[in-house]
Each structure stands twice: as structure tokens, then as C-alpha cells.
């Protein structure tokens, strides 16, 4: 167990429908990062949030979004999904805003859409 | 794109063998890392350079870094079954804030 906690694990659902992906940093970091992972893309950096702020935007499309609550955890939001989306999301966390003492990553969300 | 790219794509070995892979990128950095990854897993922090250091060690890895060449290199020696994985070079650009891995290197250890 790394310290990240995503949820769900799997996630199966229809073209054009909404999802949310929830993300718990390891205790004490306050960044969260997203990526996506798909076969013919790699691994993708989509977002970055420092202490409730977003910090840096990546390759991150329109229809999604995301948040960093008080309590430190985050939220990816997906919406009008498309077959394209179906990827691993990884969420990681760190303890600064920059990767100095690396990133601690979740197990991720397996996302279908079908 | 992605700012670092692996090389080989994929390496088969026997066990006990060393495996040596490859990274090249192409800004300046801060640091290098490379993470490992089992198949559908999340990714594991191995071990860290920063761009003023040239080699490191950790255990059975060794990590160089050669930022004339924009290139780095991760060996594992006496490789064992459970290395069998993907390994990923991930940078972090000057005054850039996040990580940017490359498309890893696939690891087989033959028993």
C-alpha cells in the first residue's frame, strides 16, 4: 500500500455519460497529481494541484476536470466520454509543489467506456 | 510528446543477468527519475538524480546521468524474476513543476 487511495478501481460505463475519479494523497503531501495511461499515448500528465490550487494544466481536454478539496483529496472529473477515454488514471502524490523527493502513485482507476 | 524516450522498448534476460536501459530527453532538467511499473499496477519510485550528480546507487540499481548527452542510463544488476516490469524515465524541466515520463522500457527476467 503506497499511502494513495483511488477509487473505484474499475469503472465501466456508456459513451457520453459522466464519471468521477477520487483520489486521497499520502499523509502530509499536499500535491496531487493526475496522469492518464493508455497504450498508444503512454502515461500523460493531465493536472497538477498544490494545497487546494491548481498549479499546472497538461494535456487535459475541455470535458474533463478536477479539484483539490480541503481535506487535501482530489476529484477528476470526465464527462461526455468517449470510447478514446477508456485509459488507467493514476493519481500521485507528493509532499512539496515540485518532484524532488519523487512521486508516490495510487493503483489506479481503470476506466472503460463502452 | 514525451520529454524522455526509453531505450530498448523491450529487454528479455535470464536471471542473475545485469539489464541495462537507456533515457534520452531533450531540455535541461532538474532531476531524472525512474519509476517501475507491474503490469497494470501503479508506478514505484526507484531512485533520483539531480542534474548535478553523474551516478548513483541504490541496492542492486545504478543510475548515471549525462546532461551533455541529455541522456541517462539505469542498470540492474543480478536481475531476479520479481524485476520483471516496465521501467519508466520520468524529468522534470527547469521551471516546470510536474514530471514528464517517458513510453518505458519492458523488462523480462527469464527464470
Known amino acids: 500500500d503506497s499511502g494513495v487511495t483511488q477509487t473505484p478501481k474499475h469503472l465501466i460505463t456508456a459513451t457520453g455519460q459522466r464519471v468521477t475519479l477520487r483520489c486521497s494523497p499520502r499523509s502530509g503531501d499536499l500535491s496531487v497529481y493526475w496522469y492518464q495511461q493508455s497504450l498508444d499515448q503512454g502515461l500523460q500528465f493531465l493536472i497538477h494541484?498544490?494545497?487546494?490550487?491548481?498549479?499546472a494544466k497538461g494535456n487535459i481536454l475541455e470535458r474533463f476536470s478536477a479539484q483539490q478539496f480541503p481535506d487535501l483529496h482530489s476529484e477528476l472529473n470526465l464527462s461526455s466520454l468517449e470510447l478514446g477515454d477508456s485509459a488507467l488514471y493514476f493519481c500521485?502524490?507528493?509532499?512539496?509543489?515540485?518532484?524532488?523527493?519523487?512521486?508516490?502513485f495510487g493503483s489506479g482507476t481503470r476506466l472503460t467506456v463502452v | 510528446s514525451q520529454q524522455g524516450e526509453e531505450d530498448p522498448q523491450a529487454l528479455s534476460i535470464q536471471e542473475g543477468e545485469n539489464a541495462t536501459m537507456n533515457c534520452s530527453y531533450k531540455t535541461s532538467i532538474n532531476n531524472l527519475q525512474w519509476y517501475r511499473q507491474n503490469s497494470g499496477r501503479g508506478l514505484v519510485h526507484l531512485i533520483l538524480i539531480r542534474s548535478n550528480e553523474r551516478e548513483k546507487h541504490s541496492g542492486r540499481l545504478r543510475v548515471t546521468l549525462d546532461t551533455s548527452k541529455k541522456s541517462s542510463s539505469l542498470l540492474i544488476t543480478a536481475s531476479r524474476a520479481a524485476d520483471t516490469a516496465s521501467y519508466f524515465c520520468?524529468?522534470?524541466?527547469?521551471?516546470?513543476?510536474?514530471?514528464?515520463f517517458g513510453a518505458g522500457t519492458t523488462v523480462t527476467v527469464r527464470a
Open positions: 520520468a524529468t522534470d524541466k527547469k521551471g516546470d513543476y510536474k514530471l514528464s
Open positions: 494541484y498544490y494545497n487546494g490550487e491548481e498549479r
Open positions: 500521485a502524490s507528493s509532499v512539496g509543489g515540485s518532484s524532488i523527493y519523487g512521486y508516490t
